[in-house]
């Protein structure tokens, strides 16, 4: 199992191959990288954030979070995604590409922007057995296509979306 808890500030983290992840009052503040503040890429199972701050990170693609390809059995709890941005794709968090078992809960994206598209939050391609629940999606920005707030893009299944507020986002140009 690997755990962070409690970090004031975190660096730019990639974690590939980790099982029974969690990661709880964590703190990711002015963050440059390739893939996001935190990017966890390929076949991870039993991820747990919560009661993390994503503040001001930049990327590539995904600002603050990036999920890609095959994660399993994904909590997202009680987490801010605040300012964050990507030149491409997704200022906020990213999931993409097969990853299934994903609870999104009670948390904030707020003032994230993409110069492509999806500002706060994104599912794209093949993720399945998703749940976004009371979740506040304010003031978020992409430049084309595929929301603003949310984007689910490509043969989604069994996504639930319940109780959540969608407030100003702009989505310059597109769907």
Known sequence: MCLLSACAVCLCCLLVLCSGLRVGSAVWVNNVCAGGGL????HNQDIELSHCLFFNNSAVRS????FYQYNTNIDISDCQFT????YFNVGGVDFSFYNENVLVQRSDFIG????????????????????VRACLFRENRAKYDYGAGLGVIYNQNDIEILNCTFESNVLIVGK
């Open 112 to 131: 994230n922007s993409a110069n492509l598209n999806s500002g706060g939050l994104r599912f794209y391609d093949e993720n399945s057995a998703v749940q």
């Open 83 to 86: 300012l964050n941005t990507a």
């Open 63 to 66: 600002g603050a979070v990036c």
């Open 39 to 42: 990017c966890i890429n390929e």
